[in-house]
């Protein structure tokens, strides 16, 4: 394996951006630091000609190559891990991990596994339904003042990816359940939890947070992903052979 984590399985992916300039500013970051993949999520305002002009010539080619899309949910339906960027600490913002610690989580990890860098608008941040897609938060150490230009926020996250050599051996990493994956889990999950009376049906999400939190430490190969996905299915196959069962016998 090698010492520096693969950058061609980095993309960076900006969520609701508000500001053109920032995109084309963050798109020069990656360029610097050897990260060519942006994903853009329903942006305010994609005026490609200012957003070039922050770019300069030498990002261009990001800019050409960035995916938009509508929601962020299918625009990380394809990655197998996901982190997220936060100025807030607490509530439901957990397994927040120091950028040292983030790098040398995700070397083994970028071998076989694409991995997407989510970063929220300028001016409130991911949100805590973004959150619940993400495995990981991490967060930007500041002084008093904490909030970052976003362009620069992405800099400092490319270039601590892109400056860190792993001075171990890595235990290999096979690829991980993607998002479509994992969101597919989680759906079927929480239809039988309610069903068995598990957790509380006017708030399931809340409850599968803490779910959600703990398959995100470990994290899900896609393999497993159909294993827990197979006791979903034969548990509701039982549910429903106990339910005719009773009927037969009250018709008796």
Sequence with gaps: MSDKINLENVSIVLCRPR?????????RAMCNMG??????????????ERICKMATHAALEVVERMALYDELEPALGDFNFIVGTTARVGGQRKGIISLPNLAEKLHPISAQNRIAVVFGPEDRGLTNVDIRLCHVLVNIPTAEFSSLNLAQAVMILCYELFRYSSKKSQDFIPRL????????????LKQILIRISFINPDNPDYFMNN?????????LRAKEVKIIRGICRQIEWYGKKCYQEGLEKRED
């Design 19 to 27: 500001y053109p300039e920032n995109i084309g500013a963050a798109a």
């Design 35 to 48: 990260i060519e993949q942006l994903v853009l999520v329903k942006p305010q305002n994609c005026d490609l």
């Design 177 to 188: 359940a993607n998002r479509h994956e994992l969101d597919a889990m989680y759906a079927q």
């Design 211 to 219: 779910f959600r939190h703990f398959f995100s430490r470990l994290p």
